[in-house]
Each structure stands twice: as structure tokens, then as C-alpha cells.
């Protein structure tokens, strides 16, 4: 589709695979899907959840929200539903949202999913961002668990001054669809690269050293560092900004690409299927996306 290799992709993003959404499946198809494998692992029916919060950027229509078509397609009549919209970091913010609703009492069981068909607003005619994403979801189930600290901490942030760096320009109030969008693109990711790249590194080893700090612990104290995977080299200059041992730091952005809101959350997923985190393990999860907007968060699994 556009003058490139599998050598050139590679060795700047470190991505040899991804997986793309057929052409009949939204967001919501696959958001389900992870919703019902979470609740199945928690032994849960649709009946216990009592709220559901989905974060994404490709929502499968402007409305009614992502999170209200998953609750149908789950069988959690009785949830709460909505959608998050803070790109790559939606799983943290959907995720310290969940524990602030349990803090607070007002829920004990929520659904948090992380999840995007980026395939449909990829210019696959830009070789600067085409090659980077994919598709996909991820889910939790949120709860009190007594005697575990859980989510430790979490830090969340945004600068909506550098929006322009990463955005989608078209599609919303500001510039409806119209012939002259459709002729100038405009409905497809557009990305400053090297802007991106900077402002990830900065934000993420802020980020990470921040919560580590409230939480009192140092990075050698973490079993596991799940960072968005967007690409390697972002990922490997977080981590030796932060000082991580190579073998802290779990990377499978070379199979998935950028998934965006569910990133994190698929990476996570892998680690504690493959055995990489187990019960009473410390990791820190790190994110950075579009907005800007940046989280991490410490969690005893």
C-alpha cells in the first residue's frame, strides 16, 4: 500500500505483527467478547455487574455510547453504562474511575474495557502511521478485595494545548462531514511523530516516578513494568529513563501493534496468562495517548 518493508518497520517501531477487525465487526463486538472472558474468569453473570465503563477513540457510532451496546450484548441489564474518551490511556482512567466508584460504595462490581478498531480510522495511504496500529479489546473486573491493597495509587494527567500533534481533525462539531473532509482525509489519524515520541518519554517517566513515590516503593521493588505499547523504541527509553531492569519491562507490541485504550490491558492480560504476574506481584502500568493524556498506576495483582 505504501513504499515501505518489513525491515524498515521493524527496526523503528520493533512491530512485526497486528490484528485487524473484519470489516462487519464495530467496537462493540469485540469489547463484549473481552467482557465475557473477564466475567467468565471471575465467575461472574451480566446480573452482577453494576456498572460498565468502556474506553475508546472509535466508538461504534456517536451515540448511543459503546458501553450501553456491550451491556445488551452482555446480558448486565441492571449496569450503569457509559464511554471514556482519553485515547491510549482510557484503560487508567476507566480503571480509577472503577475504584473511585468502590471507594465510594456506590458500586461493588464494575466492568472497565479498553478498546478501539483503529483499522477504520487508519490513512492507509501514510506511511508514518499506518504501519503503527491495530485492533483489539481488553476487560477487567473491579472489586473490593479484602486484605490487598489492590490499586495503590494512581496518577493521571493532560495538556490539551499539543491536541493538534495527534488527532483526528474531522468527524465531530467543529468539522462535520463534508465532501471537502472527505477529499482532504481529514477522518484519519494525523501524527507529529517526533512530537509524540518526546512528549510519550516525558510524560510516562514522570508519570511513573510520581505514583512510585506516593506509593513509597522504588522500581526495584516492582515484579512487572507494563508500558503502552506503541512502539519499542518509546517503550525502551521509558525504561532506561526509569531505570528498569530489562527483564521488569513486558513487551508485545511486536504482535499487536498500537491497540490504544486496550494496550495496556492486553499486555496486562498476557502477563498473568503467561505466568509473568502472579498473586501479590507489584506492577506498574504506564500510559500515554492522544489529548495529550498520560496515567500510570501501581497494582498488587
Known amino acids: 500500500m505504501v513504499e515501505t518493508s518489513d525491515e524498515w518497520i521493524t527496526s523503528r517501531t520493533g512491530i512485526k505483527e497486528r490484528h485487524i477487525a473484519a470489516a462487519h465487526e464495530s467496537t462493540s463486538d469485540f469489547a463484549a467478547k473481552a467482557a465475557l472472558k473477564a466475567m467468565a474468569n471471575a465467575g461472574l453473570n451480566g446480573d452482577q455487574i453494576d456498572l460498565i465503563i468502556v474506553a475508546t477513540v472509535t ?7 459503546t458501553a450501553c451496546q ?3 450484548k452482555i446480558g448486565a441489564l441492571r449496569a450503569v453504562a457509559f464511554d471514556i474518551e482519553a485515547a491510549c490511556s482510557g484503560f487508567i482512567y476507566g480503571l480509577e474511575i472503577a475504584r473511585q466508584f468502590i471507594a465510594n460504595h456506590a458500586c461493588e462490581t ?10 477504520s480510522i487508519v490513512d492507509w495511504t501514510d506511511r508514518n502511521t499506518c504501519v503503527l496500529f491495530g485492533d483489539g479489546a481488553a476487560a477487567a473486573i473491579v472489586q473490593h478485595r479484602p486484605n490487598s491493597a489492590g490499586v495503590m495509587a494512581a496518577v493521571m494527567g493532560a495538556d490539551g494545548s499539543k491536541g493538534s500533534v495527534l488527532c483526528v481533525p474531522a468527524g465531530g462539531s467543529r468539522l462535520p462531514a463534508s465532501t471537502e473532509t472527505l477529499i482532504k482525509r481529514q477522518h484519519f489519524i494525523r501524527m507529529n511523530g517526533k512530537e509524540t515520541f518526546k512528549n510519550a518519554v516525558q510524560a510516562m517517566q514522570a508519570a511513573g516516578e510520581e505514583v512510585l513515590r506516593r506509593c513509597g516503593l522504588a522500581v526495584s521493588d516492582l515484579a512487572c513494568i507494563i508500558p503502552h505499547q506503541a512502539n519499542r523504541r518509546i517503550i525502551d527509553a ?3 529513563r526509569l531505570e528498569a ?4 519491562v513486558f513487551v508485545n507490541v511486536d504482535r499487536f501493534g498500537n491497540t490504544s485504550a486496550a494496550s495496556v490491558g492486553i499486555a496486562l492480560s498476557e502477563a498473568v496468562e503467561t505466568g509473568r504476574v502472579q498473586r501479590g506481584d507489584l506492577v506498574l502500568l504506564l500510559v500515554f495517548g492522544a489529548g495529550f493524556t498520560w496515567g500510570a498506576a501501581v497494582v498488587e495483582w
Do not use: H, N, T
Open 59 to 65: 466508538p461504534d457510532m456517536p451515540f448511543p455510547s
Open 70 to 72: 456491550v451491556q445488551q
Open 110 to 119: 464494575v466492568l472497565v474495557i479498553g478498546a478501539d478498531k483503529l483499522s
Open 238 to 240: 521509558v525504561a532506561e
Open 245 to 248: 531492569r530489562p527483564e521488569q
